[in-house]
């Protein structure tokens, strides 16, 4: 157990929808990272946040917006959604900003467009 | 622009071969190179890493080289076991970016 947790665990939706997945960091976390998993794309860094703040951007589509709250949970927002959506949604937290070496991973959100 | 490539899997081993998945990594300035581990049903969990060229990162036998001239990060072990079943994921930081290859599945059998 890494100590990030994330919710749902699973999620089905139709297209043009919209959701809204959750990312509880390590206590003491002041970095949540956000990450897509598909088969066709791999692993994907979408963003990332540090203490409320917007540190670096990845491959984020303008459809998904995410913030983090003043309490350091972390929200991803996905509208319109798409078939090619469906991937498994990741966070990931660690104490520093833009620290790859120290990440820790939640087990992830699994996302289903129908 | 910066890619990361891995060999396509999936892999399957018996317990005590050796193993290697190749790495091979596109960047503009000098890279962070790491390989993660994602065991079934779990987030990644980083393996080891190396932050500058002819570092070796080395973590539970597992072992990696920061090639520069190669432009590889391969990732080794001597002889596998049936608890290193996973996916691999060789990754690269250049700035802030993060950029993962697209994972190698190795299962080893008894």
């Known amino acids: 157990d890494s100590g990030v947790t994330q919710t749902p665990k699973h999620l089905i939706t139709a297209t043009g929808q919209r959701v809204t997945l959750r990312c509880s960091p390590r206590s003491g976390d002041l970095s949540v990272y956000w990450y897509q998993q598909s088969l066709d794309q791999g692993l994907q860094f979408l963003i990332q946040y540090y203490n409320g703040e917007e540190r670096a951007k990845g491959n984020i589509l303008e459809r998904f917006s995410a913030q983090q709250f003043p309490d350091l949970h972390s929200e991803l927002n996905l509208s319109s959604l798409e078939l090619g959506d469906s991937a498994l949604y990741f966070c990931?937290?660690?104490?520093?900003?833009?620290?790859?070496?120290?990440?820790?991973f939640g087990p992830g959100t699994r996302l289903t467009v129908l | 622009g910066n890619s990361v490539t891995q060999m396509e899997g999936p892999v399957t081993l018996s317990e005590e071969a050796f193993l290697t998945i190749n790495c091979t990594y596109t960047a503009t300035g000098y890279p962070s190179l790491f390989w993660y581990v994602q065991y079934p049903g779990e987030g990644l969990q980083l393996l080891l890493k190396?932050?500058?060229?002819?570092d070796k990162g080395s973590n539970k036998g597992f072992e990696a080289t920061y090639r520069k001239e190669t432009t590889s990060f391969h990732l080794e072990k001597g002889s596998v076991q049936v608890s290193d079943s996973a996916v691999y994921f060789c990754?690269?930081?250049?700035?802030?970016?993060?950029?993962f290859g697209t994972g190698t599945s190795l299962t080893v059998i008894p």
């Open positions: 190396a932050t500058k060229a002819d």
């Open positions: 990931a937290s660690s104490v520093r900003d833009l620290d790859t070496d120290t990440q820790y």
């Open positions: 990754a690269l930081k250049s700035g802030n970016q993060f950029y």
